[in-house]
């Protein structure tokens, strides 16, 4: 476990469509994908966020169940404890990775926002809301608050958004409700969305929500 904490990782970026870096979107991506994965979002995006530049950092870990992928822990679906140690075991790495790329954006700890899908989503979460410095927003797609009975670790209060297919067959919907639930019962704020027909990914009403989300979040402005 402590060569994987020490892991360095990077992944493909997106420049702020202005030129100028005021704020910096880090996308998670989720078990077996990579982070090229998601980095198009930040293209959907650039309109509402166009000061924003963009990154999804490959997870530290080949997958062992997809060879071309990687994963941020393993994942066996046998071992209750495994999620939670999971991202306790990755979060160091990807702590670090954050700390370096605001600083090469000169750029302040809470003009961060985590995105997730998955398991993505559960590193957002658990990395996100134990930050020295909170950061801007977490936007969770399809994933899982982890450990929900260490939440008194939290540090902060960042805006949430969590959304979920309502045919999601990975990680089903009562996840949602059960992580929303968990956050307000530490009264931290969390909003959801749901998305009707949509199983276990990403559909245009969610990525919409979430980019006014973080237009929101990170510039106080809801863009038109």
């Given at each position: 476990m402590a060569e994987n904490n020490m892991t360095k990782i990077d992944g493909p970026r997106l420049a702020p469509k202005s030129g100028k870096a005021d704020a910096l979107v880090v996308f998670l991506h989720g078990y077996g994908a990579d982070g090229k994965d998601?980095?198009?979002l930040g293209q959907q995006w650039q309109n509402w966020?166009?000061?924003a530049a963009f990154v999804s950092p490959h997870a530290p870990e080949p997958c062992g169940m997809s060879p071309m992928g990687r994963q941020w822990f393993p994942l066996t679906m046998?071992?209750?404890?495994?999620?939670?140690?999971?991202v306790v075991g990755a979060r160091p790495s990807l702590d670090t990775f954050l700390d370096e790329e605001l600083q090469r954006l000169n750029l302040a700890p809470d003009r961060l926002a985590?995105?997730?899908f998955s398991q993505g989503?559960?590193?957002?979460l658990h990395t996100g809301l134990r930050r020295s410095i909170s950061p801007a927003a977490i936007l969770g797609y399809s994933g899982v608050?982890?450990?929900?009975?260490?939440?008194?670790?939290?540090t902060g209060k960042p805006n949430i958004l969590?959304?979920?297919?309502d045919r999601d067959e990975v990680i089903p919907l009562d996840a949602l409700f059960m992580s929303a639930d968990a956050l307000g019962q530490a009264e931290i704020p969390c909003q959801w969305h749901l998305s009707f027909g949509i199983g276990h990914g990403i559909d245009g009403g969610g990525l919409r929500h979430g980019g006014l989300f973080l237009a929101q979040a990170?510039?106080?402005r809801t863009p038109e």
């Open positions: 998601l980095i198009d966020l166009p000061n046998r071992d209750p404890s495994e999620r939670w140690r999971g985590l995105v997730g989503t559960m590193m957002a608050l982890v450990g929900p009975e260490h939440l008194a670790e939290a969590l959304v979920h297919g990170l510039y106080g």
